[in-house]
């Protein structure tokens, strides 16, 4: 296949740079502890200096995988479908999510919001990112809000983050990893006078899964 040709399969989005996928549980947000079968893609340009998945960023590094071959094979493990990258939305999602719906899939995404939204997506994980702020429509799909705190500024941009999302979505705050023990007193005293927020913990990663 030459290149020219993988750039119109990558670009239709049937086919796409997958830099791993595999069955595990949900370890963060509002569906944290349930069993889903991730696909990370490969491609990120927000640039967030503290990312834990820095080797997602490139998405050329990573291969090309058949579309729908990889939704067959997630499908066969589990109904409970996690998209996340890298930003999946820099890809045309809609060939992948349509077969996963076909297979009978319930779809989740995370995205920094910083792309157009594309695909069948059943529950929308908005984690918006100072160096790429969200588009403004997928502040009203948002399902659940995913504010990462890496220092005091960010509790005022999470507010600010917080009044952008529409009134049904879940409102988190997250300590980032290696700065876990200084923010969580810090993000529960922030909980304990605005209750609509709620705690995240990152718990794949105390359970050392992936």
Same mark, same amino acid.
């Given at each position: 296949? &030459?290149?020219?040709?993988?750039?119109?399969? @990558?670009?239709?989005?049937?086919?796409?740079?997958?830099?791993?996928?595999?069955? &595990?549980?949900?370890?963060?947000?509002?569906?944290?502890?349930?069993?889903? +079968?991730?696909?990370?893609?490969?491609? =990120?340009?927000?640039?967030?200096?503290? =990312?834990?998945?820095?080797?997602?960023? %490139?998405?050329?590094?990573?291969?090309?995988?058949?579309?729908?071959?990889?939704?067959?094979?997630?499908? $066969? *493990?589990?109904?409970?479908?996690?998209? &996340?990258?890298?930003?999946?939305?820099?890809?045309?999602?809609? #060939?992948?999510?349509?077969?996963? $719906?076909?297979?009978? =899939?319930?779809? !989740? #995404?995370?995205? /920094?919001?910083?792309?157009?939204?594309?695909? !069948? @997506?059943?529950?929308?994980?908005?984690?918006?990112?100072? &160096?790429?702020?969200?588009?403004? %429509? #997928? +502040?009203?799909?948002?399902?659940? @809000?995913?504010?990462?705190?890496?220092?005091?500024?960010?509790?005022?941009?999470?507010?600010?983050?917080?009044?952008?999302?529409?009134?049904? =979505?879940?409102?988190? *705050?997250?300590?980032?990893?290696?700065?876990?023990?200084?923010? +969580?007193?810090? #993000?529960? %005293?922030?909980?304990?006078?605005?209750?609509?927020?709620?705690? /995240?913990?990152?718990?794949?990663? +105390?359970?050392?899964?992936?």
């Amino acid at each position: 296949m &030459t290149k020219e040709q993988e750039d119109i399969l @990558l670009k239709e989005g049937r086919m796409l740079p997958v830099m791993e996928h595999f069955y &595990t549980i949900q370890g963060e947000g509002f569906h944290a502890g349930k069993a889903a +079968y991730f696909i990370r893609l490969g491609g =990120c340009d927000v640039g967030c200096h503290w =990312c834990d998945v820095k080797e997602s960023w %490139d998405p050329t590094i990573h291969p090309l995988m058949n579309t729908e071959e990889i939704a067959e094979t997630a499908a $066969k *493990l589990c109904k409970t479908i996690v998209l &996340t990258g890298g930003e999946p939305l820099m890809w045309n999602l809609d #060939i992948l999510t349509s077969k996963l $719906k076909e297979l009978g =899939c319930t779809i !989740h #995404i995370e995205t /920094s919001g910083a792309y157009p939204m594309s695909g !069948h @997506l059943d529950w929308i994980t908005l984690s918006p990112k100072k &160096t790429g702020l969200p588009l403004a %429509d #997928i +502040y009203n799909v948002a399902s659940e @809000l995913k504010m990462i705190i890496f220092n005091q500024n960010d509790f005022k941009f999470a507010e600010e983050q917080g009044n952008k999302v529409n009134d049904n =979505c879940e409102l988190y *705050l997250q300590s980032e990893w290696s700065k876990r023990d200084a923010m +969580y007193p810090k #993000i529960t %005293d922030f909980i304990l006078e605005n209750p609509k927020w709620r705690s /995240s913990i990152q718990t794949h990663k +105390y359970l050392n899964i992936p």
